[in-house]
């Protein structure tokens, strides 16, 4: 479980600067990278997204098992957001194994980043420091994070992948 949260804690962090995916995948385009130094990519062309991302870096990256991961993200949001917005999330173990599929409400998980919604129109920064469990089972961690307002209108949606070796 603890693993679980730190990588929702990652793409929440990423998110915010900024499962129940059926007939999602995860793409693989360098042209859909998330600025910076980090794993993230975005789900499809961003042109409509209420998040517009800066970039989020990562500090080890790739994220190593025992060590704490630095994030930093920075990015605006095109209107006020407000209580009611929320993320859909998955994380998938060797793309087989669902180990984590949730509805979480974005305003709730905005405080481990000691914000609060409304979240203003504008820009965002944001900085979070995790820590990894030293024991992670080795493979391909897939995590997909699709962020909606109040009113189910996009935020922004994103994907990461990370490889723990043994």
């Given at each position: 479980m603890k693993l679980t949260?730190?990588?929702?804690?990652?793409?929440?962090?990423?998110?915010?600067?900024?499962?129940?995916?059926?007939?999602?995948?995860?793409?693989?385009?360098?042209?859909?990278?998330?600025?910076?130094?980090?794993?993230?990519?975005?789900?499809?062309?961003?042109?409509?997204?209420?998040?517009?991302?800066?970039?989020?870096?990562?500090?080890?990256?790739?994220?190593?098992?025992?060590?704490?991961?630095?994030?930093?993200?920075?990015?605006?949001?095109?209107?006020?957001?407000?209580?009611?917005?929320?993320?859909?999330?998955?994380?998938?173990?060797?793309?087989?194994?669902?180990?984590?599929?949730?509805?979480?409400?974005?305003?709730?998980?905005?405080?481990?980043?000691?914000?609060?919604?409304?979240?203003e129109k504008g820009k965002?920064?944001?900085?979070?420091?995790?820590?990894?469990?030293?024991?992670?089972?080795?493979?391909?961690?897939?995590?997909?994070?699709?962020a909606y307002d109040n009113?189910?209108?996009?935020?922004?949606?994103?994907?990461?992948?990370?490889?723990?070796?043994?």
């Amino acid at each position: 479980m603890k693993l679980t949260t730190c990588f929702v804690s990652l793409v929440l962090s990423s998110l915010t600067t900024a499962s129940i995916f059926s007939g999602q995948t995860i793409l693989e385009d360098p042209e859909l990278s998330v600025p910076g130094d980090n794993p993230l990519t975005f789900c499809k062309a961003t042109t409509d997204d209420k998040l517009v991302i800066d970039y989020v870096n990562l500090v080890p990256n790739p994220p190593e098992a025992g060590k704490v991961l630095k994030i930093e993200a920075a990015g605006n949001f095109t209107e006020e957001i407000a209580q009611g917005a929320y993320v859909l999330l998955s994380v998938k173990y060797n793309r087989l194994i669902t180990l984590f599929s949730s509805k979480e409400d974005l305003c709730d998980q905005m405080k481990n980043v000691d914000k609060e919604c409304p979240l203003e129109k504008g820009k965002l920064n944001i900085t979070k420091e995790v820590e990894l469990p030293t024991r992670i089972p080795p493979g391909t961690y897939d995590v997909l994070a699709d962020a909606y307002d109040n009113k189910d209108q996009k935020l922004t949606c994103l994907t990461a992948k990370v490889t723990f070796k043994a």
